[in-house]
């Protein structure tokens, strides 16, 4: 049976259509929705997908027999990777070598995949596979925390499990020696730079339908200490301004204290504007400029 002239067509322009077309991804990504690090994760993963697929709709053009082929193509694709970088860093993206590296792990899985079998071909195929593999485990990990967290709330962080401590930045360990709740907790070690403390990196976006946040800290030392709690949303990114965030210091004395904040506090805290609580980016403990080193415990922070 032969095709129709639009069927033809449509077999010889589909895909190249559908690659100009997603050209402009590359450069613009404001408007998207990516504000969580599982969408961004999958942004970065279709440059692999992207650049595959740009080495099979050129299969015909391109020859691929042998290594200087293999080579001339991977110079072509690193070069193309150079400018659109540089292009991006020029349209408020960041440059990203990562981003390079993915479009060369797709125009390789192509290249060899599409090749009859032989020694090099299948030692080009085992390499640019496990590379391929890597980048789809890095994006099956970020998956798997994107779940956890989802499915935590009320709950922010209660150290019972130990991939929580991998949502935290900062001179911080996960601990058994004491705990408020539980059998686990956080250790902050905190020093005599301007700020030190604790940031939650990998945290709940959405606050929305809750009324309080809560902590308990544990200060070993019988002399009271100065904490802050810092929360933003994803739109103080923009700015960066003091007076567009919230922050609020209090006194941690000896033993366990019990922190809350109500949200509605946190919610009216930028000036001019409120907090979007469906969009919290940001939530960090500090303390500023301390005398000497100190060390408090986090447990069960929660929302209520």
Same mark, same amino acid.
């Given at each position: 049976?032969?095709?129709?002239?639009? %069927? &033809? #067509?449509?077999?010889? $322009?589909?895909?190249?259509?559908?690659?100009?077309?997603?050209?402009?991804?590359? @450069?613009?990504?404001?408007?998207?929705?990516?504000?969580?690090? %599982?969408?961004?994760?999958?942004?970065?993963?279709?440059?692999?997908?992207?650049?595959?697929?740009?080495?099979?709709?050129?299969?015909?053009?391109?020859?691929?027999?042998?290594?200087?082929?293999?080579?001339?193509?991977? *110079?072509?694709?690193?070069?193309?990777?150079?400018?659109?970088?540089?292009?991006?860093?020029?349209?408020?993206?960041?440059?990203?070598?990562?981003?390079?590296? /993915?479009? #060369?792990?797709?125009?390789? %899985? &192509?290249? @060899?995949?599409?090749?009859?079998?032989?020694?090099?071909?299948?030692?080009? /195929?085992? *390499?640019?596979?496990?590379?391929f593999v890597s980048q789809l485990v890095m994006v099956s990990q970020v998956s798997l925390t994107e779940y956890?967290?989802?499915?935590?709330?009320?709950?922010?962080?209660?150290?019972?499990?130990?991939?929580?401590?991998?949502?935290?930045?900062?001179?911080?360990?996960?601990?058994?020696? /004491?705990? $408020?709740?539980?059998?686990?907790?956080?250790?902050?070690?905190? &020093?005599?730079?301007?700020?030190?403390?604790?940031?939650? &990196?990998?945290?709940?976006?959405?606050?929305?339908?809750?009324?309080?946040?809560?902590?308990? *800290?544990?200060?070993?030392?019988?002399?009271?200490?100065?904490?802050?709690?810092?929360?933003?949303?994803?739109?103080?990114?923009?700015?960066?301004?003091?007076?567009?965030? @919230?922050?609020?210091?209090?006194?941690?004395?000896?033993?366990?204290?019990?922190?809350? @904040?109500?949200?509605?506090?946190?919610?009216?805290?930028?000036?001019?504007?409120?907090?979007?609580?469906?969009?919290?980016?940001?939530?960090?403990?500090?303390?500023?400029?301390?005398?000497?080193?100190?060390? *408090?415990?986090?447990?069960?922070?929660?929302?209520?």
């Amino acid at each position: 049976m032969t095709s129709t002239p639009f %069927l &033809t #067509l449509l077999k010889r $322009w589909f895909l190249p259509a559908i690659l100009v077309a997603c050209i402009p991804l590359f @450069f613009y990504s404001a408007g998207m929705g990516l504000d969580s690090e %599982l969408e961004r994760s999958l942004l970065n993963f279709g440059h692999i997908v992207y650049f595959a697929l740009a080495i099979f709709a050129l299969r015909n053009n391109l020859d691929m027999r042998t290594w200087p082929h293999w080579l001339a193509i991977s *110079i072509a694709v690193f070069l193309v990777s150079i400018i659109v970088e540089y292009i991006q860093h020029n349209t408020g993206r960041t440059r990203s070598w990562e981003d390079v590296e /993915r479009n #060369l792990i797709g125009a390789w %899985l &192509t290249m @060899f995949w599409l090749n009859p079998p032989n020694a090099q071909i299948w030692t080009g /195929r085992l *390499i640019a596979t496990g590379l391929f593999v890597s980048q789809l485990v890095m994006v099956s990990q970020v998956s798997l925390t994107e779940y956890r967290l989802q499915n935590t709330l009320p709950i922010l962080s209660d150290f019972e499990n130990d991939h929580e401590i991998n949502w935290w930045q900062g001179d911080v360990s996960q601990t058994d020696e /004491r705990a $408020w709740h539980g059998n686990q907790s956080m250790v902050v070690r905190l &020093t005599t730079q301007t700020y030190s403390g604790a940031r939650m &990196t990998r945290l709940p976006n959405d606050w929305t339908g809750y009324t309080s946040i809560n902590v308990a *800290i544990y200060n070993p030392s019988l002399l009271p200490m100065p904490l802050t709690l810092r929360i933003n949303d994803k739109t103080h990114e923009q700015s960066l301004l003091y007076q567009d965030r @919230f922050n609020s210091t209090f006194i941690i004395e000896y033993g366990w204290n019990l922190i809350e @904040f109500a949200l509605e506090e946190v919610k009216n805290a930028p000036a001019g504007r409120e907090m979007d609580m469906a969009n919290i980016s940001h939530l960090e403990l500090f303390a500023f400029e301390l005398d000497r080193p100190r060390e *408090i415990t986090l447990d069960y922070l929660r929302l209520k």
